[in-house]
């Protein structure tokens, strides 16, 4: 059983969480799945990638959990001549000091958005998955830890193809989540209009009334307690078995690697504690199972041909594993 402290930890934090989401609700409309996975994804010492049309607040949702995190936000727009340095950084003469300096890239940063991910050449993709992996970057030979906090958010447009790499599934793999966003619905547009109609949908008006609600280390603090979350034996044979399920579908060429097993474990843990409780149930793991597998699985020739996605494969596999 939980000491009253811990539980206390997990209510407060529970507390604060409810509070940014309906801070952040204030200037976005709709997608309040993606608020809530980002968080998931941060208190889990993960990443998330995003795939949708532009204008789905993306930007906006990261700004706006930087900002109410108390911590610092920069953002990367991608493009096929963007070189490695250009976002690890490079060491530059100083003519004054006559020595080589570092000139930090925006991946030395709390919270990093990666805006069209899929627009930078394989190279530059590549340079991400030690910073993601490892939370350090090497520059010149030399290794530098990165800030912590550190999160990215990475998008990438589905519709657009010209000048696109699709990522190679090593570095897809590095993302602990993934969600696929679409545009609002008639009610949801609606209230986009009436907020613009009254000025309400400004960020600078929405960065002037939000005042930090974490820092860095208490976000820090909260990544201890989801470790610190039960997860019984039951639920880590349950995300065994979902995840050995990936591997001997007929419609999967490669199922999920280990990476989605601990993903599932954290992150379990994680929206747990966001509902306040200091233990894991099944359900937690079913909530984020579309998240942490969707895009970890290449699915064979024949299933694509057939129209089968990896999101039906996903279902299937949750309707028929069940909790031992």
């Excluded at 747990?272 to 894991?280: F, I």
Aim: charged content about 25%.
């Amino acid at each position: 059983m939980a000491d009253h402290s811990f539980q206390d930890n997990v209510s407060s934090l529970a507390f604060t969480y409810k509070a940014m989401r309906e801070e952040i609700g204030e200037l976005v409309v709709g997608n309040r799945p993606l608020t809530e996975l980002a968080t998931i994804a941060i208190l889990s010492g993960g990443h998330i990638l995003l795939e949708g049309p532009p204008g789905t607040a993306k930007t906006v949702i990261a700004k706006a959990m930087a900002q109410l995190s108390g911590c610092e936000f920069r953002r990367v727009q991608c493009a096929v001549d963007v070189q490695p340095a250009d976002i690890i950084g490079i060491r530059i003469f100083d003519p004054e000091r006559k020595e080589f300096v570092l000139k930090p890239g925006p991946i030395f940063s709390n919270f990093v958005l990666i805006d069209e991910i899929n627009r930078l050449p394989p190279k530059t993709q590549s340079g991400f998955i030690e910073a993601m992996s490892e939370g350090q970057a090497t520059i010149d030979g030399n290794t530098m830890a990165l800030p912590r906090p550190f999160f990215v958010i990475a998008t990438q447009n589905p519709y657009e193809f010209e000048g696109t790499f699709p990522l190679i599934e090593a570095q897809k793999d590095r993302f602990m989540l993934s969600a696929r966003l679409e545009h609002l619905t008639r009610d949801e547009e609606m209230e986009i209009i009436k907020r613009e109609n009254a000025g309400t949908l400004d960020w600078e008006w929405f960065e002037r009334r939000l005042d930090p609600l974490l820092d860095a280390g208490r976000i820090a603090s909260a990544i201890e307690l989801v470790a610190k979350v039960q997860c019984e034996r039951p639920v880590l044979e349950y995300i065994r078995n979902l995840v050995v399920a990936t591997r001997e579908h007929t419609d999967v060429r490669l199922g999920a690697s280990a990476r989605a097993s601990i993903a599932l474990v954290r992150t379990c843990k994680a929206r747990a504690l966001l509902d306040g409780r200091t233990y894991a149930i099944p359900d937690d793991v079913k909530r984020n199972l579309q998240a942490v597998l969707q895009h970890r699985l290449l699915l064979s020739r024949e299933a694509e041909i057939a129209g089968v996605t990896p999101a039906q494969v996903i279902r299937e596999i949750g309707e028929s594993v069940e909790v031992s």
